[in-house]
């Protein structure tokens, strides 16, 4: 079964640093890959995805993301974070052919000014 | 932009009734799902629906569990006879828009509240 490491549970930054979320997937098969946003008190949403093609994917609000087939690795950057991205950052995982997303625990982003 | 909405916001229940928590897909989504977040834990599936069957469910929707969508807009989660353990933030999603089926789209949540 597929799994999904988010290993850094807080990630504090001062605004307009870079910053980079990690994210690491186990699976035997080929899987589509998420970044999900979610603001406090808020929803999911969709931040970035890849399903083929270009391996490095970009997001909503500046973010993007690089696909590592041979690390399964998934990491999301931003170059300079502003305090309004203050939230959780999910890093999900779905089989090919499936339904079911995987997440991991989640990663929550500090920023301060 | 088109969005998933669910309602209500928030409920509180007594252990052992039973709630339904309803959501609306996006329009022409095909495939429906719920996930639950329990306060501090990561985000879990629960079921995916399609063409008005479950097509995937998780070890979590047992049978106290059940989804329906009575009509052509709602999709709804009914827990039977709710437990303390239920109390979490349900998540609607869809998706299912040609050449965009693999990305599922989640509404804000509702928050249950099991006393």
């Known amino acids: 079964a597929q799994s999904v490491t988010q290993l850094d549970s807080q990630v504090p930054v001062f605004e307009e640093a870079p910053v980079e979320l990690r994210c690491n997937y186990s699976?035997?098969?080929?899987?589509?890959l998420f970044w999900y946003v979610q603001y406090p008190n808020q929803g999911l949403q969709l931040l970035l995805k890849?399903?083929?093609?270009?391996?490095l994917v970009k997001g909503i609000n500046g973010f993007e993301a690089e696909f590592n087939k041979s690390q399964t690795s998934f990491h999301l950057r931003k170059p300079s974070v502003h305090i309004s991205d203050t939230a959780e950052y999910f890093c999900?995982?779905?089989?090919?052919?499936?339904?079911?997303?995987?997440f991991g625990t989640g990663t929550r982003l500090l920023v301060s000014p | 932009e088109p969005e998933v909405t669910q309602t209500p916001s928030h409920q509180v229940t007594q252990m052992g009734q039973e709630v339904i928590l309803r959501c609306v897909p996006i329009?022409?989504?095909?495939?429906f799902y719920w996930y639950r977040q329990i306060l501090g834990q990561k985000v879990e599936f629960l079921v995916s629906?399609?063409?008005?069957?479950?097509?995937?469910k998780s070890e979590i929707f047992d049978d106290q569990f059940s989804v329906e969508r009575p009509d052509g807009s709602n999709f709804t989660l009914k827990i039977r006879s709710t437990k303390l353990e239920d109390s979490a933030m349900y998540f609607c999603?869809?998706?299912?828009?040609?050449?965009?089926?693999?990305?599922?789209?989640f509404g804000p949540g509702t928050r249950l509240t099991v006393l």
């Open positions: 999603a869809s998706s299912g828009l040609a050449g965009d089926t693999d990305t599922q789209y």
């Open positions: 890849y399903l083929s093609g270009s391996t």
């Open positions: 329009s022409n989504h095909l495939y």
């Open positions: 699976s035997s098969v080929s899987v589509y």
């Open positions: 999900a995982v779905i089989l090919t052919g499936f339904q079911k997303l995987v």
């Open positions: 629906f399609y063409n008005n069957e479950i097509s995937e």
